[in-house]
Nanobody
Framework: QVQLVESGGGLVQPGGSLRLSCAAS????????MYWVRQAPGKGLEWVSA????????YYQDSVKGRFTVSRDNAKNTLYLQMNSLKPEETALYYC?????????WGKGTLVTVSS
């Protein structure tokens, strides 16, 4: 079955950096676009970034452009999100996501807390 496991979250000071990872299994990772989505406390889901199958094309929410970088390693079935210059309002659970045969799959998320 499809499994997505996020890691790399933690507590970071404003302006700091974190690198999130998402280990994927149960499907042909290299055949699917992958996404990062976040949910701040008390708020709805917010799309952050997307990357195509080969990793050569990526898209970002305007607020993270120039600070976040999405990448993937298809040999390792792993998705990454490098986050720099983090802001307190970016405190959230960060999820990786794949849409496959009409179903959205999610991991359990990794918590990023940006606070001094």
């Amino acid at each position: 079955q499809v499994q997505l496991v996020e890691s790399g979250g933690g507590l970071v000071q404003p302006g700091g950096s974190l690198r999130l990872s998402c280990a994927a299994s149960g499907f042909t990772f290299s055949s699917y676009w992958m996404y990062w989505v976040r949910q701040a406390p008390g708020k709805g889901l917010e799309w952050v970034s997307a990357i195509n199958t080969a990793g050569g094309t990526s898209y970002y929410q305007d607020s993270v452009k120039g600070r976040f970088t999405v990448s993937r390693d298809n040999a390792k079935n792993t998705l990454y999100l490098q986050m720099n210059s983090l802001k307190p309002e970016e405190t959230a659970l960060y999820y990786c996501n794949v849409y496959r045969y009409g179903i959205n799959y999610w991991g359990k998320g990794t918590l990023v807390t940006v606070s001094s």
